[in-house]
C-alpha cells in the first residue's frame, strides 16, 4: 500500500517493479473475483473484500453514482426541486436507474429500493450500464491487463486516493443517514402512536391480537399524500381507527434533507399497528 | 478499450460494495392513546321569533358526551359559529384541534312546524360527511335530536347508535305510614321524558324487554307469591302468564319472541322454567338441588345462560334448548352471575367478583376469554346497551337512588334521579324500530 503512494516523479525500478506486482496482483484478484462472481453468481457483497486498488477504478464511474441516486427523484412530483439536487441531475446515466426492473409501479419510489437492487444482484442488474465491459473483460490475457494497468498507473494511483476518499465519504454519508432514518421514524412512530385511539366499541373484544397494515404516501413537506389499508385486521372498526391515526397526524416529522428523505424511504413506507399496550388487561 | 472495459467492471464491484442496502420502511405502532373524539356542535340557528321548546344541539352534545367517548367543544371557544356550508373553514376547526363539526339552521315552516338542515362535516377529512333536510313538528324536536345522534354516531364510530331506544326501571317511594309506592317507568336512553306504565304497592322486579320491544315482563309480589306479568306497552295490558305458587322470577323473552324463560322455586329449589307462547304451557329445564337463576337468551333463540350454584358458588352455564345439554361457561373469579348476551351474540356481558370485588366482565363467546371491563361498587345489576357500549345502572347518591350511565372504561357519564323515588333495576331495551 505504500508503494503505491511513492512520487511518481521517481521513476525507481524498484519501487515501479513493487508497484507493478502489486498492481498486477490486485488486477488478478480482481479478475479472479469477477470470473468466479460470474460463473457462480455470488451474490453477497461481502465477498469482495478488495484492497483499496480497485476502488481506484472508481472514478470514473464516481461521477456517474451520486446523481443517479437523487436525480431521478427531483423531478418527480416534487413540487419544489431543492436547490442542491437540482446542479446535478444533468448527468446521462439517468436511464440505467430508472430502467431497473423494480417491482413497484410508484415510480417516485423507486429510486432508494433501485439501490438496493443494485446491491443485491449486481452480477445482472448493472449489466446494461457498462455494456462493453463483460465480454471485453472475458478475453482479457493477463499480458494484456499488465501493459494496460502500467500505462495507467500513474493516473490511477492518483485516482486511488480520490476515490478512497469519496468511498470514505460516502461511508459516513450512509452512516448519516442511518442515524437519521432511525430517529425520524421514532418520532413518527410516537406522533401516530399517540393519535392512534382504538375504538370503545371495542372493548368488550380482545383485541391485543389485532394487526393491520397500512401504506402511506407522504410529500417531501411531511404533508399526507394517501393512506391506505394493506393488511386488516378483520376488524372494520379497528381498522378505520388505524387510518384514523395516519390521518389525524396531517403532517409528518421527516428528515428535511430530501437525500434522507428519499433513502430511508419516507416518501412511501408501511405502519403495522399492534397493540401490545392492551394485551393481558 | 480493455483497461477502460476493466475500470468498469472493478467500478461496478464497488459499487456493489460501498453503496448501503436500504429496506423498505416499516414502522410498528405498539400503543396508542384512546382519547375521546373532539367534536364541535355549534349553536344552530334558528330563524323564528319564539325560542324553540328543545335546543336540538344541546341533546345531541348530551347524547354523545354520555357515551363517553367524546369530548364537545365549548361554544364559547368557537372561532366562528356558521350554519351554512359556506361558512365552514376546515383550517379554523382544525386549529381547535377537533375532529367533527356539526352546523344546523332551522326555520318556521307553516304552523307548528319546522325546517331542519343538519350536517356533519369530519374536519379531519375536510368532507362533509352527514346532510339532513327535514321538516318536523315542534313536537318531534327530541326524537329528531335522537335520530341525529345516532346517524352521527354511527357515521362517527361504525356502531349503531342507541340513542333513540329507551330504559325501563322501578322507582319506589313512600306513600304514608308502611306503604309504598311502586311503578314501572320507561323513559328515552337519556333518562327523560319517563313514563309510568305500571303500578303497585308490592315489590316489582326483574323488568326485561322483548325483542321486539313492544312488551315487558317483570315479576311482582301478590299476597304471599310471585308472579310474572307481560305488558303489551302499546295496550297497556297486563297477562300473567304464571300461576304456580311460590317464587316466580327472572323473565326473558326469547328474541324470536315464543318463548319466556323465567325462574321458579315451586318445586324445591329455584329452576329454570320455558314458557312456550303458542302452546300457553311451561316446561322445566334444569332438576338439581341448587339455585338455577337469571336465564337470558342468544340472539338465535337457540340456547340461552343462566347462573348456576351447581358448582358450589353462582358461576354461568349455557343450555341448548334443542339438546338439552348444558355446559359451565365460567371458570375465572369467585362467582359470575346475570349474564347477558352481547345483541350480535359474539359476547356475553356478566358480573364477575373477583377478590371480592365486582366487575363488569365479558366473554368472547368465540374464544372463551374472559375480560374484566369497569369495576364497580354496585350492588346493583347493570343493564347492558344494545349496541354493548354502554351500561346502566342504579346506584346510590346521597340517599337516594339514581339512574347512572357508565361507558364501558368504567366512568360515570351522567346521572338522573327520578320523580318518584328511588330507582331500582334498569333494563336498557333492544334497538326499536
Redesign the interface.
Same mark, same amino acid.
Do not use: C, Y
Given at each position: 500500500m505504500l508503494l503505491m503512494k511513492t512520487p511518481d516523479t521517481s521513476p525507481d525500478n524498484f519501487a515501479v517493479g513493487l508497484a507493478f506486482i502489486g498492481t498486477a496482483l490486485v488486477?488478478l484478484l %480482481?479478475v479472479a473475483?469477477?470470473f468466479s462472481?460470474w460463473h457462480f453468481g455470488t451474490r453477497s457483497?461481502k465477498s469482495?473484500e478488495?484492497p483499496e486498488p480497485?476502488?481506484a477504478?472508481?472514478?470514473? %464511474?464516481?461521477a456517474i453514482?451520486p446523481p443517479s441516486a437523487p436525480a431521478p427523484a427531483v423531478p418527480q412530483s416534487l413540487p419544489k426541486p431543492p436547490p442542491k439536487t437540482a446542479a446535478k441531475p444533468t448527468q446521462e446515466p439517468k436511464p440505467a436507474v430508472i430502467e431497473k426492473p423494480e417491482p413497484k409501479a410508484e415510480p417516485g419510489v423507486a429510486t432508494?429500493?433501485a439501490?438496493?437492487t443494485?446491491?443485491?444482484s449486481?452480477a445482472d442488474t448493472?449489466a446494461p450500464a457498462?455494456e462493453?465491459?463483460?465480454q471485453?473483460?472475458q478475453v482479457?490475457s493477463d499480458e494484456?491487463?499488465f501493459s494496460?494497468?502500467l500505462?495507467?498507473l500513474e493516473e490511477e494511483e492518483a485516482a486511488f486516493d480520490q476515490?478512497r476518499q469519496q468511498?470514505q465519504q460516502?461511508?459516513q454519508r450512509?452512516q448519516e %443517514?442511518?442515524q437519521q432514518?432511525v430517529s425520524y421514524?421514532g418520532a413518527?412512530?410516537e406522533q %401516530?402512536?399517540?393519535?392512534?385511539?382504538?375504538?370503545?366499541?371495542l372493548?368488550?373484544?380482545?383485541i391485543s391480537r389485532l394487526q393491520a397494515t397500512v401504506t402511506v404516501e407522504l410529500l417531501p413537506t411531511g404533508e399526507l399524500l394517501a393512506v391506505a389499508l394493506s393488511n386488516s385486521s378483520g376488524s372494520?372498526?379497528y381498522d378505520?381507527?388505524v387510518l384514523?391515526?395516519i390521518?389525524?397526524v396531517?403532517r409528518f416529522t421527516v428528515p428535511e434533507d430530501v437525500e434522507v428523505f428519499q433513502?430511508?424511504?419516507?416518501r412511501r413506507?408501511?405502519?403495522?399497528?399492534?397493540?401490545?399496550?392492551?394485551m393481558n388487561? | 478499450m480493455n483497461r477502460r472495459a476493466g475500470q468498469a467492471l472493478a467500478a461496478l464491484l464497488l459499487l456493489a460494495v460501498s453503496l448501503p442496502v436500504w429496506c423498505d420502511l416499516n414502522i410498528v405502532v405498539t400503543k396508542g392513546y384512546d382519547s375521546k373524539t373532539n367534536i364541535a356542535v355549534v349553536p344552530f340557528f334558528w330563524a323564528g321569533d319564539e325560542p324553540l321548546p328543545q335546543r336540538i344541539e344541546n341533546l345531541i352534545t348530551n347524547n354523545l358526551v354520555r357515551t363517553g367517548r367524546f369530548e364537545p367543544l365549548a361554544p364559547a371557544t368557537m372561532l366562528s359559529q356558521p350554519y351554512r356550508e359556506e361558512g365552514v373553514f376546515f383550517r379554523d376547526w382544525r386549529l381547535l384541534g377537533q375532529e367533527y363539526l356539526v352546523i344546523g339552521r332551522l326555520e318556521p315552516y307553516g304552523e307548528s312546524r319546522i325546517a331542519a338542515e343538519i350536517m356533519l362535516f369530519d374536519v379531519v377529512r375536510n368532507q362533509r360527511i352527514v346532510r339532513v333536510s327535514q321538516v318536523i313538528g315542534v313536537h318531534q324536536l327530541r326524537d329528531f335530536a335522537h335520530s341525529l345522534s345516532d346517524l352521527f354516531y354511527e357515521r362517527i364510530t361504525g356502531v349503531r347508535g342507541i340513542f333513540s331506544t329507551r330504559i325501563a326501571f322501578v322507582t319506589r317511594q313512600g306513600a304514608g305510614g308502611n306503604q309504598l309506592d311502586y311503578r314501572i317507568q320507561i323513559a328515552d336512553a337519556d333518562g327523560q321524558r319517563a313514563r309510568t306504565v305500571y303500578r303497585s304497592q308490592e315489590p316489582i322486579i326483574s323488568v326485561t324487554w322483548s325483542g321486539d320491544g313492544q312488551r315487558i315482563a317483570f315479576a311482582n309480589k301478590v299476597g304471599d307469591r310471585w308472579k310474572i306479568f307481560i305488558q303489551n306497552l302499546s295496550t297497556g295490558q297486563v297477562n300473567s302468564i304464571s300461576d304456580a305458587r311460590g317464587y316466580t322470577s327472572s323473565p326473558a323473552f326469547s328474541p324470536d319472541g315464543r318463548y319466556l324463560a323465567y325462574v321458579s322455586s315451586f318445586q324445591n329449589s329455584p329452576e329454570i322454567y320455558l314458557y312456550d307462547f303458542q302452546t300457553d304451557r311451561s316446561r322445566r329445564l334444569t332438576r338439581n338441588s341448587y339455585i338455577d337463576t337469571e336465564p337470558s337468551f342468544a340472539p338465535d333463540s337457540q340456547s340461552l345462560v343462566f347462573t348456576s350454584q351447581k358448582g358450589g358458588r353462582p358461576q354461568i352455564y349455557q343450555y341448548d334448548i334443542a339438546t338439552g345439554q348444558t355446559q359451565r361457561l365460567t371458570f375465572e373469579g369467585s362467582q359470575n352471575l346475570r349474564a347477558r348476551y352481547s345483541s350480535d351474540g359474539k359476547y356475553l356481558v356478566f358480573v364477575h367478583l373477583i377478590e371480592g370485588r365486582f366487575h363488569i366482565a365479558s366473554m368472547d363467546m368465540a374464544t372463551r376469554e374472559v375480560r374484566v371491563l369497569t369495576e364497580t361498587n354496585l350492588d346493583e345489576s347493570p343493564s347492558v346497551a344494545p349496541n354493548g357500549t354502554m351500561l346502566v345502572y342504579a346506584t346510590q347518591r346521597g340517599n337516594r337512588g339514581v339512574l347512572a350511565w357508565v361507558s364501558l372504561d368504567g366512568q360515570v357519564t351522567s346521572q338522573m334521579e327520578s320523580d318518584f323515588g328511588d330507582v331500582l333495576e334498569p333494563a336498557w331495551s333492544p334497538f326499536l324500530n
Open positions: 488486477h %480482481i473475483l469477477l462472481n457483497p469482495f478488495l480497485i476502488r477504478e472508481l472514478v470514473s %464511474i464516481e453514482t432508494p429500493s439501490t438496493s443494485t446491491a443485491e449486481s448493472p457498462t462493453p465491459s463483460p471485453g473483460e482479457l494484456d491487463l494496460n494497468l500505462s495507467g476515490a468511498a460516502r461511508q450512509d %443517514i442511518q432514518v421514524s413518527i412512530r %401516530i402512536s399517540q393519535r392512534w385511539s382504538r375504538p370503545a366499541e372493548r368488550l373484544m380482545d372494520s372498526s378505520q381507527s384514523r391515526a390521518e389525524r396531517r433513502a430511508g424511504g419516507f413506507f408501511t405502519v403495522t399497528f399492534k397493540p401490545e399496550d392492551l388487561l | -
